[in-house]
């Protein structure tokens, strides 16, 4: 299981480890540099020592005479050590000091450069050369100098101790600053947390201060804002939809007790009692198709009913409601009319029940005298069913919440003959979605439209696929 840490945590150990990783870096590069400066000096001084040293042997006369003016120069330059080879016979010698075989065996075979090694805890650096004397016969000569560099060691160990010690506080140092500059970078961010946590279904009004939070935070509560504003029309919308059902419900609840507690009261004779229990049996209905209603509903928003791909003729099943509504609206006097023709790819039960329930409102909400149109156009890219009638104008601003469950228009278009629950127009909403489609609503100059728009066959497998 992999450990959780806060966010200062994380910034602190990562801003640490940066600081530690880039200070280490630094002290190395400097304590190499250093150490370089030295091995540039020493080959200097080397140089200049030979040079001394070839000097001193080009005055000489003879070995005895070489080593009495090798001793006199080198007595003055303290950590200097000189030998002088004529082959492997050695001439002259530093007093107590002896350069390593294996070195001396390298400078007969190729030019040695700056060469370092540590005897008995001490630490030397030294270079050899080869010298023919002019006008001698004899094999060159091999000068071998050496420095003592334990002064160079001792202030590179005192300096590397320094540099371990000033990286291991400055690591520290900026940690510390790390984790200072990590915690209150983050406030903003605890800020929005503690708001968030203060928020709760009585107080979705409430919003985050956007200009209170850094750039790259005000996008983020931004978001958080327009999530809160969807919450609260999709919570309100739920409330209300609670209430509104518990009112539907308990009407014809009440109905049934109220008739029944009557009915219990006194003795009745048979017919009264079929009587009874037909009106009784009408409530059942009406509360059997309020549950349907709403199951449908319910799979709609989770996308559990399917459409067939059948191929339909808008215009034929709208004759076949035209015949079924055909006495209500000679009861009432309104002309039923069909303009256009074209198909719709679906299911031939759910377009049924659409445009039965857009079509038995629009004869509901129409003046006597007028009719009631049914516009079918088709195209290549789908279809659309205009159903038209006049009537009491649509106030515009309840036009949004139509197709809300359970929603009623105002009063003026209310009629008391009506027996709907407020859940045709959702329904019928859910079937043209189902469908791919869309649903509008116009009430204009008089006359209200009801537009349902199906995609073509070919449309609908694009969207089906978009939506997987």
Not at 182 to 194: H, W
Not at 432 to 444: E, Q, Y
Request: with cysteine; proline share 3%.
């Amino acid at each position: 299981m992999i450990a959780r840490y806060s966010l200062t945590t994380r910034l602190t150990v990562f801003f640490t480890l940066a600081s530690g990783l880039v200070l280490v870096g630094l002290g190395t590069l400097v304590a190499i540099s250093i150490d370089r400066h030295f091995v540039e000096l020493d080959r200097d001084a080397l140089r200049d020592k030979i040079h001394l040293t070839r000097e001193v042997i080009g005055k000489s006369t003879s070995p005895q005479d070489l080593k009495i003016r090798l001793d006199d120069v080198l007595h003055s330059h303290e950590g200097l050590f000189v030998s002088v080879f004529r082959d492997k016979d050695p001439l002259y010698a530093t007093t107590g000091f002896q350069f390593p075989q294996d070195l001396i065996a390298q400078t007969q075979k190729a030019r040695l450069g700056v060469a370092s090694w540590q005897t008995n805890d001490r630490e030397y650096r030294g270079m050899s050369e080869s010298v023919s004397m002019p006008g001698a016969s004899q094999a060159p000569l091999q000068i071998w100098v050496a420095l003592d560099i334990a002064h160079h060691k001792h202030f590179m160990q005192g300096l590397i101790r320094v540099l371990v010690g000033y990286v291991a506080l400055a690591t520290l140092v900026a940690g510390i600053l790390g984790w200072w500059a990590a915690k209150n970078g983050l406030a903003p961010l605890r800020t929005m947390r503690s708001r968030a946590m203060a928020i709760t279904a009585q107080r979705l009004d409430d919003r985050m201060p956007t200009q209170e939070f850094p750039v790259e935070m005000a996008d983020l509560a931004t978001t958080l804002n327009e999530m809160l504003r969807r919450l609260k029309e999709e919570f309100d919308r739920l409330s209300e939809f609670s209430s509104d059902l518990a009112h539907e419900l308990r009407t014809p609840i009440n109905n049934l007790m109220t008739q029944t507690q009557v009915t219990l009261s006194q003795a009745r004779s048979p017919h009264e009692y079929r009587n009874i229990l037909a009106s009784n049996a009408e409530e059942y209905q009406r509360l059997a198709r309020m549950v349907a209603d709403m199951l449908f509903l319910a799979k709609a928003d989770h996308g559990l009913i399917l459409p067939s791909t059948e191929k339909i003729a808008v215009h034929d099943e709208t004759r076949a409601l035209y015949d079924f509504y055909e006495a209500l609206a000679e009861e009432k006097q309104v002309r039923l009319e069909l303009v256009g023709q074209a198909e719709v790819w679906g299911d031939r039960l759910m377009l049924r029940r659409a445009l039965s329930n857009l079509l038995s409102n629009a004869i509901r909400y129409t003046p006597a005298g007028e009719r009631v149109v049914i516009d079918v156009m088709g195209n290549a890219h789908g279809t659309t069913v205009n159903v038209l009638n006049a009537g009491p104008p649509i106030d515009e601003q309840m036009i949004p919440r139509l197709f809300d469950r359970f929603f009623r228009a105002d009063k003026s278009r209310k009629q008391l003959d009506s027996d709907g629950a407020g859940l045709g127009l959702s329904i019928t909403q859910a079937i043209v979605h189902a469908h791919g489609g869309s649903m509008s609503v116009s009430s204009v100059d008089g006359m209200t439209c009801f537009s349902m728009y199906f995609p073509s066959a070919q449309n609908i497998g694009k969207r089906l696929t978009t939506d997987a």
